[in-house]
């Protein structure tokens, strides 16, 4: 048996969230299942923010609340605040990913907040998501560089992932929010958070704003990570953060970790009609780098 590595779809959420096209409840469940049916281990589905922040993820609650959890995918939903999780918990969400932030900057753009007092309403949703029953994947925004505050400082992002893995969160995943990352400074970080608490609760999420999205996915696995986000047809972009393009496209990242010889339980397959579902359903999705070459080698392997 090969070794596992899950990957998590944030295109419904990362992706969609930042398109001049908005997508319906109806066609965001309509991707949501076209990923599910390819395989992916895991998908983050919408956010509870404000609709007047983010319209495209107006009508989150009634995603959620149609995907019944217990199934073999596993669903989560992000959360910028107490409002979100509450909001989150409301439409029957089993996981919730809230967002910790690297810098100052970041935080106040994104939710008018500082870094300690992100933290601090972070502990609170723990201890709430605690008593409810629900998981809470905690992800330290601009991990790497805010394009406020400039280039962060690792140390900063270990102190956060130490303290929120100490607190109980379920999972930590190192964001590099901008694609500012190269892989040796991937490498480097995931290394010393392997070292010091193994790789279970850990996870990264690359943008490939400057083409170098594999090859920090290549890095942190490296250093032992098993858990990626990625975002079909790469789609994406944060409406916060100036010059972020989308997460590195899952098809790449499903190709390489496969023909690595780990197993995703992808069908690449199935995931490239997600990824053309994506690209029809948004008018703007790039389209994973692997897909032109995948199509024909694909059809060639069914004979
Ligand atoms: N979901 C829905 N509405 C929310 C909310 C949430 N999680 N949190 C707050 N709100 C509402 C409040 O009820 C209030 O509504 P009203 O104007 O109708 O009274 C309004 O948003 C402002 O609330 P307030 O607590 O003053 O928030 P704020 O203005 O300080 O912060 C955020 C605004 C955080 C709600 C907003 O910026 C946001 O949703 N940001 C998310 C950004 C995002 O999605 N980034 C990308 C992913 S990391
Ligand atoms: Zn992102």
Redesign the pocket.
């Known amino acids: 048996m090969s070794e596992q590595i899950v990957i998590t779809d944030?295109g419904p959420r990362?992706g969609l969230q930042n398109q001049p096209r908005i997508l319906s409840v109806a066609q965001r469940l309509e991707l949501i299942k076209a990923i599910a049916a390819a395989g992916i281990a895991s998908i983050e589905v919408g956010s509870f923010v404000s609709p007047k922040a983010v319209p495209a993820m107006a009508g989150t609650d009634a995603v959620v609340a149609s995907l019944a959890s217990g199934g073999p995918v596993h669903y989560t939903a992000l959360i910028p605040n107490m409002k979100g999780y509450e909001l989150a918990k409301a439409a029957g969400a089993r996981s919730v990913t809230m967002v910790l932030y690297a810098s100052d900057g970041m935080a106040q753009k994104n939710v008018n907040m500082s870094m300690a007092a992100a933290e601090v309403v972070t502990a609170d949703i723990l201890a709430a998501a605690r008593a409810d029953g629900i998981e809470v994947i905690a992800a330290i925004?601009v991990a790497f560089a805010c394009p406020f505050d400039g280039a962060t400082d690792p140390g900063v992002v270990r102190a956060v992932a130490d303290k929120f893995l100490a607190l109980g969160a379920d999972q930590i995943a190192i964001?590099d929010?901008i694609g500012a990352a190269n892989p040796r400074q991937a490498r480097a970080l995931t290394a010393d958070l392997v070292r010091d608490h193994g790789a279970a609760r850990l996870g990264c999420?690359f943008?490939d704003t400057r083409a170098l999205g594999l090859a920090n996915v290549f890095a942190a696995v490296e250093s032992g990570i098993r858990r990626f986000?990625a975002s079909i047809a790469g789609l994406?972009g944060?409406p916060f953060a100036p010059g972020?393009s989308g997460?590195v496209a899952t098809e790449d990242v499903a190709m390489m970790l496969e023909q690595m010889g780990y197993d995703t339980g992808v069908d690449l397959d199935a995931l490239l009609r997600a990824s053309d579902l994506a690209e029809e359903l948004t008018g703007t999705a790039p389209g994973g780098r692997s897909k032109a070459w995948l199509k024909p080698w694909l059809a060639k392997r069914a004979g």
């Open positions: 944030v990362d925004a964001a929010t999420h943008h986000d994406g944060c972020a997460n």
